[in-house]
């Protein structure tokens, strides 16, 4: 493993003439030669090398320890609902042993609800283990960024092929273009004219940066350390030799790899894991509480004793007896736990990913849905998020008719596509003299290409000389040709082609940093040979003599001429536009003969560098244009959208101070006139700031530039001390971090490099801006639907706990045993409750301002109504067991049919002391096909007996439940203003719920294993009867929660935002 922690003094036998600076940027070359103790001409001998590897290790980055495979399964159950879960199916697992035949259960049907818990629990831990292991991809991706191979000398000999792991610091490596640079190096000689790196996925710099031999600052950030390539860029133009300064780990991509290790550890949990290990832990006291309740009120019934002198004497314990009221408390843990929620849960961000996924929002970690309804801050990157990441022209300036005057064009477009935008006003088909030569030298002098890749357009080569091809087919052909039939011949860049056979290239004098012009040679078609120039317009007009007008014509270039076109310049620079001039000239009088022979006598001064100046002399200036990397025409209306939605967005990008300004005024993060000198600063500028939270709380939109990746990471950790949800957005090496760290990472997908998207939760298959917008109102309807099948699930377990604490409270026989309770929790109930996620989101979704984290997801009023609501369950549940052994009729609902016999309230409440009735007979009842007689036995009325009266309950439960999710359609909406065929998907739940009852009702088999007999038709009306009135009572409920809500929802002043330990 690479160990490239260690410092990078590593020469122990330097020269005494040892720099005082430390860093390999700040010294010379000689200095970083002394300092690495290696000659470049020969580099390391075979014995330094193998000292160093001792030292440094390889160069490649570290894999982290994974987690065991032990402790992830613990990590699983390290959640208050799991754990309660456990306990309960433990217990039960327990209990089935011990008292197999108790209340009704038979043999194996003991077994049934510990064994279900199990399989909920496994099936939760897999899932779990699942996502977990996917979580470190980013490393693995990360990895594949490094070069796998290097040209490098050593002991005076050149190695072409080795492999790039084997490089230590002090080694001297070749690149040349196209080639992916394997370690950070110190540029120590040029071997073309200049050397150019696409460093953007670590720098976020928006075009290729060009380096250098010279020294920098000590003190320089990253982009501006031009004397360094860095692992993983890439040579786009040029060659050079290096010396490698650090390798593996000490590189700047293996501080990346550091800080996503750091940044993955501190996960968090989501807003509503948080919320439901809250409520978790509240039902763990909730149900400690009721337990120990419901023991104290039967402590009689299996502990008795006698006073004698006033102490108690004589204890009488029934282990029987405890043993059925501890399986009364364990029913009780399993009513108050809603089972089925983790299910319903994973299903409705299931069914709220598959919509996203329409919207080209990818989700990779399925509770950032739920994250995003609650974002309150977007971090984005600016380099290809809201902007296309695609240089093209947007501004055209060309010479007037007359001396003195400049006429410009407005481009339009903003991707590679010759047929994304128009020229506005131009003279299609007419183009005059000056325009042409703007065209010409724009195709001829020029390497790059662009393709059509299906439906995307990629830059070959320089971005800026691929836009400048674009620029060419906007503008057309002199004689008209039709860009649509070009295209339609597969030919993306036709116009460019006809330039090029009309003016054959001859020659090319290459751009160097000096002169910062390129020009070609071309023999035209009219036989005379041309020079044509283009490159920095103050260079190229400083070289210039001539300007040509309108019509072709040319006159000499005066100071007024000159400043116009610089204060044009200017403008242009001011509005963060790269502007590039074109300029051309007749051939010196050596090359008029020359055709591109290397024997020709003109030849020789092509070959060295410095002529190029002289040659590029005496020129005739014929425009220039402003480029930019530009903005996603959606981004404006996404970021105003952002504003109704009360999400504030900050833009944090590697570019530079300037150009970033002007994008965030022409997308709307501020205004055209603010002013923004408080609320733009560079990343070093931010960390130098001695308040950086309250920097941080400004209203409206903020920018970060310049911005490193540490300083990406410490804006988001920050933001979410201060109790912001943040989503941050990027496509970059230098993003991943920060994407890791944000409570939801959002990565592109077309241009985000896969360091970044493995990195994210969830990635944007249209590197779309407006796409999260989107996201964020689909996030707060699915958290919308989730609130509502979660008060759905709560108030049907409140309803549960209440029918067992008011059996075991009025002493009468066990209503419901645990494995009926289960059914209802995990089956019955989770259809309705699934369904719930579909209801419709509100028009108004997106005009109202984020939820806060800490909102809770039940309210006192909520929690009041479904304490009323739970209650009537308990009551309705416990009343139909009671009416079934003590009337014969209810409501007119005949209840004598199949004979049973009726007792007192006083013998039902009492039903343990009937070994002790004298003369207490029943007569047999028939249930279905079945027929119940007690003669040898009695008093198993009680026990075999109630399972008619238990099978009332159950179904009168799971008929006020599916009412009950009508209810839940709308939190404080009544069912005729909200009826309930909005949501269709909620009536064929309830009709599914419904058959799956019917299913264990009278299919034999599985009504044995639930202890229960089918219903009669009477049966099924006093069901009915009881059922129905849930609505009319939460109908009343929701009527005084409408004509309170005003008091309720009044506005509050937000908490003052603490630092979270």
């Known amino acids: 493993m690479g160990k490239g922690g260690e410092d990078l003094g590593i020469n122990k036998q330097t020269s005494g003439s040892e720099s005082s600076n430390s860093e390999p940027w700040a010294k010379d070359v000689r200095e970083c030669e002394d300092h690495f103790g290696v000659s470049v001409e020969k580099g390391l001998t075979t014995d330094d090398v193998a000292k160093r590897h001792q030292i440094y290790g390889l160069n490649e980055l570290e894999k982290p320890e994974g987690t065991s495979l032990f402790k992830l399964i613990l990590e699983q159950f390290n959640d208050t609902l799991v754990r309660i879960l456990l306990a309960a199916a433990v217990i039960s697992f327990v209990l089935a042993f011990v008292d197999g035949d108790e209340g009704g259960e038979m043999g194996i049907t003991a077994f049934v609800e510990p064994l279900v818990i199990f399989l909920i629990l496994i099936v939760n831990a897999v899932v779990g283990i699942w996502q977990e292991t996917n979580a470190e991809k980013a490393l693995e991706a990360l990895k594949e960024i490094q070069s796998q191979q290097a040209t490098v000398t050593r002991d005076g000999v050149k190695l072409s092929s080795l492999p790039a792991k084997e490089l230590v610091p002090g080694d001297v490596v070749e690149l040349r273009v196209g080639d992916k640079v394997p370690a950070d190096m110190r540029v120590v000689r040029l071997i073309s004219s200049t050397l150019r790196v696409e460093q953007g996925s670590l720098t976020g710099e928006s075009e290729a940066v060009s380096k250098t031999t010279k020294a920098v600052e000590e003190n320089a950030d990253i982009q501006g350390k031009k004397c360094i390539v860095f692992a993983g860029t890439t040579v786009v133009n040029g060659s050079c030799v290096c010396l490698v300064t650090h390798t593996g780990m000490s590189t700047e991509i293996g501080r990346v790899h550091s800080q996503i290790q750091e940044a993955s550890q501190h996960e968090e949990d989501t807003p509503l894991k948080k919320k439901l290990n809250e409520f978790g832990e509240a039902l763990t006291m909730i149900i400690g509480l009721i337990c120990a309740l419901v023991w104290l009120i039967n402590v009689k019934y299996f502990l008795s004793w006698e006073s004698v002198d006033g102490w108690p004497r004589n204890f009488k314990f029934s282990f029987e007896k405890c043993t059925y009221y501890f399986e009364i408390a364990v029913a009780l843990a399993v009513a108050a736990i809603p089972e089925g929620l983790p299910a319903v849960i994973t299903t409705c961000l299931a069914l709220g990913t598959r919509k996203m996924a329409q919207k080209n929002a990818l989700v990779r970690k399925l509770p950032s849905v739920e994250t995003l309804g609650c974002t309150t801050v977007i971090c984005s990157d600016k380099t290809g998020t809201l902007t296309t990441n695609q240089m093209a022209v947007s501004k055209l300036v060309a010479m007037g008719s007359r001396i003195g005057t400049l006429r410009s064009f407005n481009v339009e477009g903003t991707s590679f596509d010759p047929r994304d935008g128009k020229i506005e006003d131009w003279p299609v088909g007419r183009m005059d003299t000056n325009l042409q030569m703007i065209a010409k030298i724009a195709a001829i002098c020029n390497d790059a290409n662009v393709e059509q890749s299906e439906n995307q357009f990629v830059a070959r080569g320089m971005p800026t000389e691929a836009a400048l091809k674009v620029l060419v087919e906007k503008m057309g052909f002199p004689e008209g040709a039709n860009k649509a039939s ?11 082609r006809l330039w090029s056979e009309l003016e054959q290239r001859i020659a090319t004098l290459e751009f160097d940093r000096d002169r910062k012009s390129m020009g070609v040679m071309v023999d035209s078609s009219s036989g005379t040979k041309l020079l044509l120039v283009k490159g920095a317009v103050e260079n190229v007009l400083e070289r210039s003599t001539h300007i040509q007008l309108l019509d072709g014509s040319t006159q000499e270039l005066d100071q007024y001429s000159r400043d116009l076109i610089l204060q044009s310049l200017h403008d242009m620079s001011m509005s963060a536009l790269r502007c590039l001039g074109f300029a051309y000239s007749d051939v010196p009088s050596d090359f008029a003969t020359y055709d591109g022979s290397e024997d020709h006598p003109a030849h020789q001064q092509l070959l060295n560098p ?25 981004v404006r209306q ?5 504003r109704t939605a009360g999400i504030r967005v900050m833009v944090i990008t590697g570019d530079n101070k300037s150009t970033a300004e002007a994008i965030c005024r022409e997308i709307g993060v501020f205004e055209a006139d603010e002013d923004i000198s408080t609320r733009s600063l560079t990343g070093k500028e931010f960390m130098d700031v001695k308040d950086q939270k309250n920097h941080l709380r400004q209203s409206g939109g903020l920018l970060f530039s310049r911005a490193e990746p540490k300083h990406k990471q410490e804006i988001v950790r920050l933001l979410k001390e201060d109790g912001e949800v943040v989503a941050m957005t990027g496509d970059g090496v230098n993003d991943a971090p920060a994407l890791k760290l944000a409570d939801i990472g959002v990565a592109m997908g077309i ?10 939760d969830m990635v944007l298959a249209d590197d779309n801006f407006s796409t999260i917008v989107a996201a964020v109102g689909e996030g707060r309807s699915i958290y919308n639907n989730m609130k509502a099948f979660i008060r759905y699930m709560i108030s049907s377990n409140i309803g549960e706990v209440a029918s067992i604490f008011l059996t075991a409270a009025l002493g009468i026989p066990e209503g419901m045993i645990p494995v009926q309770l289960l059914w209802v929790n995990l089956v019955t109930d989770g259809p309705p409750a699934t369904a719930l996620g579909f209801n419709p989101p509100d028009k108004d979704i997106m005009k109202k301002p984020p939820r806060r984290s800490d909102d809770s ?29 003590t ?19 006083s013998q039902l409440a009492h039903w343990g002391q009937c070994s002790s009735w004298e003369g207490f007979k029943v007569s047999p009842f028939t249930a279905g096909s079945q027929t119940f007689s007690f003669e040898s036995n009695p008093c198993e009325y009680f026990h075999q007996g109630k399972i008619k009266a238990s099978t009332l309950s159950l179904s009168v439960l799971v008929a006020i439940e599916m009412f009950n999710s009508l209810n839940a359609l709308s939190e404080d909406g009544s069912l005729v203003t909200m009826p309930p065929w909005v949501n269709p998907w909620l009536l064929l739940a309830m009709a599914v719920s419904f058959g799956l009852h019917f299913v264990i009702l009278y299919v034999p088999f599985l009504a044995q294993v639930f202890g229960i007999v089918p219903l009669s038709l009477n049966e099924w009306l006093l069901v009915l009867a009881v059922s129905l009135p849930v609505i009319l009572i939460d109908e009343v409920l929701k009527f005084v929660g409408r004509l309170t809500s005003g008091y309720r929802y009044s506005p509050r002043t937000p908490p003052a935002k603490q630092k979270t330990e």
């Not at 070009?486 to 460019?496: E, H, I, K, T």
């Not at 990397?629 to 959606?634: I, S, V």
């Not at 996404?638 to 952002?642: G, K, L, Q, T, V």
């Not at 209810?890 to 004598?896: A, H, P, Q, T, V």
């Open 857 to 885: 997801l039940i309210t006192a009023w909520i929690l009041f109504r479904y304490l009323v609501i739970g209650m009537y369950v308990g009551v309705a549940t416990v009343g139909v067991f009671i009416i079934w052994y």
């Open 751 to 760: 241009s985000g490099t896969e360091v970044a998207k493995e990195a994210s």
């Open 887 to 905: 009337h014969s009729s209810f409501m007119g609902i005949d209840l004598s049919q199949d004979g049973h016999s009726l007792v007192s309230y």
């Open 610 to 634: 410095s002529n190029y100046s002289s040659i590029e002399s005496n020129l005739t200036f014929v425009g220039f244009v402003g480029l930019r990397d530009p903005p996603r025409k959606e």
């Open 638 to 642: 996404a970021i105003a959208d952002c």
């Open 486 to 496: 070009s295209l339609a011949n597969g030919d993306v860049l036709r116009c460019c």
